[in-house]
């Protein structure tokens, strides 16, 4: 019985990581020149602290309240059509030029921004 609880604790504990680590997919852009989408709560201090960070950076941005049915269903939809599943994940999700990130830290969304829109001007 003991072992048995042991991997469930192991295997929930690698999904959790696969969730957050694991690699962003990539899809079909939502904008034609380089973007930052990021889809949150307004409750939520993650998806602040990323607003927040954007903005202190002059880094456009659109933000879309999951809250919102639609903006809900279409994040779903793009997230499954990604093989990332909705059942249960963190917030925010953030949509930089068509890749897809699971909460991801700023300074990464920052430089997968500004290396697609240094490409765009040359």
Not at 6 to 35: C, D
Not at 54 to 62: A, G
Not at 66 to 84: C, F, P, Q, T
Request: aromatic fraction near 14%.
């Amino acid at each position: 019985m003991k072992k048995l609880i042991v991997l469930i604790v192991i295997g929930f504990g690698v999904f959790q990581a696969w969730e957050r680590y694991g690699p962003s997919s990539n899809f079909e852009p939502i904008f034609t020149e380089p973007y930052v989408a990021v889809y949150g709560r307004n409750s939520c201090g993650w998806t602040k602290k990323m607003l927040k960070d954007l903005k202190s950076s002059n880094i456009n941005y659109r933000y879309f309240e999951v809250d919102k049915k639609a903006v809900a269903d279409s994040l779903h939809k793009r997230m499954e059509n990604s093989g990332i599943s909705t059942r249960r994940y963190n917030l925010p999700v953030v949509d930089v030029n068509g890749s897809l990130s699971i909460r991801p830290k700023f300074k990464k969304v920052s430089n997968d921004y500004q290396s697609t829109y240094n490409y765009e001007l040359k």
